[in-house]
């Protein structure tokens, strides 16, 4: 159920655990498919969203439910629609503390490549622990209006509808017509609308790629708003690195260089009480809006 929302009126919110669910196909070893609605879109289904499915196909086919994700890659080849997805998943390796995997998914209305994920999985082993990060001074969730756009010209993509967002820091690239160039650096707060917790009270690691894959802000922070652009991943790397039961996450992501077309940015996901529970990189390409 959802939760009572500070956020945008709209459509319903998606529940990520079922809207990414698979299914294995008796006669197909290795093969699943999933159908993903409308909600996860931004022009076509969010990455992130997209390296979910495949995640979980990937789980569904190790069939050793104590795994945690450890860390994984996703390459972002072809825009895949919303809709029948098909997953093809291969288990390279069976270790005693890791099972590493790849799988392929594509749309199955759309011929031709989709994204291609490779990951590994592990089992809880004894080892040092320590975080040499510090969370970043934000504004924390409770004490900050929504983030989401409230200017009636703005487009608001599906995917925002699924989630209470608020800002953490940078420009207010939301709200504001025009900002200058800055710290290429931004953060925002998001929980869930439904709920997205496991049955031992954690929250389920595999909803942070979908929230990784946001780090086009810190590229609209640094270059100024007199410059309209989109920009789409080419991929997305995720290291999982704690559990949590905070339904808020903060997403603080940096963009350390654009050059030729091209940028590249990491982000910190730190939960509400102060651990750092995942870090992601990426590259994207940058485009011009009429190139839609």
Not at 126 to 140: E, H, L, Q, R, W
Not at 147 to 159: C, G, I, L
Not at 206 to 235: E, Q
């Amino acid at each position: 159920m959802a939760q009572e929302s500070p956020g945008l009126e709209g459509p319903e919110p998606g529940d990520l655990a079922a809207d990414t669910a698979v299914t294995g196909l008796d006669k197909a070893p290795g093969w699943f498919v999933a159908d993903l609605p409308p909600a996860w879109d931004f022009a076509t289904p969010s990455g992130g969203v997209l390296m979910t499915v495949a995640l979980r196909a990937m789980l569904a086919e190790i069939g050793e439910p104590e795994l945690r994700p450890i860390g994984a890659h996703a390459l972002f080849l072809s825009p895949v629609p919303n809709g029948a997805l098909e997953v093809r998943v291969e288990v390279l390796r069976r270790g005693n503390a890791a099972v590493q995997a790849r799988a392929a998914l594509s749309s199955t209305d759309r011929p031709g490549p989709g994204l291609e994920v490779s990951a590994t999985f592990g089992r809880e082993l004894d080892g040092p622990a320590f975080t040499d990060s510090v969370m970043p001074a934000v504004t924390m969730p409770d004490a900050a209006p929504p983030e989401p756009p409230r200017r009636a010209d703005r487009f608001v993509p599906p995917f925002i509808h699924n989630y209470d967002i608020v800002h953490g820091g940078g420009p207010p690239i939301w709200d504001a017509e025009h900002w200058p160039p800055g710290e290429a650096w931004y953060a925002r707060w998001f929980r869930h609308r439904v709920p997205q917790f496991l049955d031992d009270g954690r929250l389920d690691p595999l909803v942070v790629p979908p929230i990784a894959d946001t780090m086009v802000p810190a590229v609209a922070a640094a270059i100024g708003s007199d410059r309209d652009f989109y920009a789409p991943s080419l991929d997305l790397t995720v290291h999982f690195l704690g559990d949590t039961r905070s339904d808020w996450l903060l997403t603080s992501s940096r963009s350390r260089r654009a050059r030729a077309g091209y940028a590249t940015a990491d982000c910190e996901i730190w939960s509400a009480d102060g651990d750092l529970v995942a870090y992601a990189t990426q590259t994207m390409i940058i485009r011009k809006p009429l190139d839609l």
